[in-house]
């Protein structure tokens, strides 16, 4: 055989392990997204009409905020329909029966439902107005002024360089907590927060992880940001854990950057093999779905960070007005 067709075939097996693994790659994404969809048949809540069959309390605790909410925001227009409500109060009124049968109820949950139902009654019975009772007025807010608005967006960065001091739990917790004003889908705020501080925990935990390699060791705290699966249902929630997840993942870097805390939000990208390995490791609820990790702590001084230059925002803004 001459050295062209040597090279010919080569060339060919080279290309068919291309393909191969390529097909191998596509038979994963297959794999998971059937598994995806397993954990959501698996943990997610029935949808209204039938929530009669959800069993577990925080799948019925989704029904009772989504309806309590469907209350709260007809409430808070400026014209509610004339009979708005009817069919989520009936539901409030099973469910809230059932809910407070559980030992592991919600008391406030209970709260909310009951008074978003007291003011249905009021609307529908006696006063037809909307103030006081399941609504607010909103926090009067002054704008920031421009130069305060830019520094602080722009000056939010990924840091992969902590100092070596420990994080205080406090700035942690206010953080968590200010990201709890982070909007989500009918109020259900599905969250969760793991934080981590131990090394040998964040050594261990960090490991499962495949972005933090060079950094690993200087990370002062780990945190794990979840949402609880059972808080969504049916179909059209397939995709909206995500979301949720990301927006309070998100809020939750801006409060520590508010706060002059660093972070780089580590992907959780990965098969589901490997949130079974972060649960166990990490003492997560089987239900709980791992949105992504998070390093947090102080930057070092003279650190240096990736430039991640930025596309224009001609490119992202689609307006039909200049
Ligand atoms: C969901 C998500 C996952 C990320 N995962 C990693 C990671 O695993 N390792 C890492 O070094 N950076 C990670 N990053 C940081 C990005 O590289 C960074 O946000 C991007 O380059 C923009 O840079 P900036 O955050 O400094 O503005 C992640 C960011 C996001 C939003």
């Not at 060339?11 to 790659?25: E, I, K, Q, S, T």
């Not at 909310?112 to 009772?133: I, N, P």
């Not at 934080?195 to 705290?221: K, T």
């Amino acid at each position: 055989m001459g050295t062209e067709d040597q090279g010919l075939r080569r060339l060919a097996g080279a290309r068919l392990r291309l393909n191969v693994r390529h097909a191998l790659d596509r038979a994963a994404i297959w794999r998971e997204t059937i598994a995806d969809g397993r954990r959501h048949i698996r943990y997610s809540a029935a949808t209204d009409s039938r929530s009669a069959l959800s069993a577990q309390t925080r799948q019925i605790e989704a029904q009772i905020t989504k309806d309590y909410h469907r209350i709260e925001k007809g409430l808070a227009l400026r014209s509610p329909r004339e009979n708005f409500g009817a069919a989520p109060a009936a539901r409030l009124d099973r469910d809230l029966a059932r809910y407070q049968q559980l030992p592991d109820h919600d008391p406030a949950v209970v709260s909310h439902a009951s008074s978003a139902l007291a003011g249905l009654h009021q609307w529908h019975e006696h006063t037809r107005h909307t103030d006081g009772g399941p609504t607010k007025f909103p926090v009067a807010w002054a704008p920031l002024g421009d130069a305060e608005v830019e520094a602080f967006f722009r000056s939010r960065v990924s840091v992969r360089d902590f100092a070596d001091e420990p994080l205080d739990m406090a700035l942690v917790r206010r953080a968590a907590d200010l990201a709890l004003s982070s909007p989500s889908v009918c109020n259900r705020q599905a969250w969760g927060l793991w934080s981590f501080s131990e090394p040998a925990d964040i050594a261990r935990l960090a490991e499962l992880q495949n972005g933090n390699a060079g950094f690993r060791d200087q990370i002062p705290c780990l945190i794990v940001v979840t949402v609880d699966a059972q808080l969504f249902a049916g179909a059209g929630e397939r995709n909206q854990r995500w979301i949720d997840g990301g927006l309070y993942a998100m809020s939750l870097v801006w409060a520590l950057h508010a706060q002059g805390v660093a972070s780089c939000m580590l992907n959780w990208s990965v098969a589901n093999a490997q949130s079974r390995r972060l649960r166990a490791a990490a003492g997560i609820p089987d239900h709980l779905d791992v949105i992504t990790m998070i390093a947090a702590g102080h930057p070092r001084e003279g650190l240096r960070v990736a430039r991640s230059p930025r596309r224009s925002v001609d490119e992202v803004l689609h307006s039909d007005r200049s």
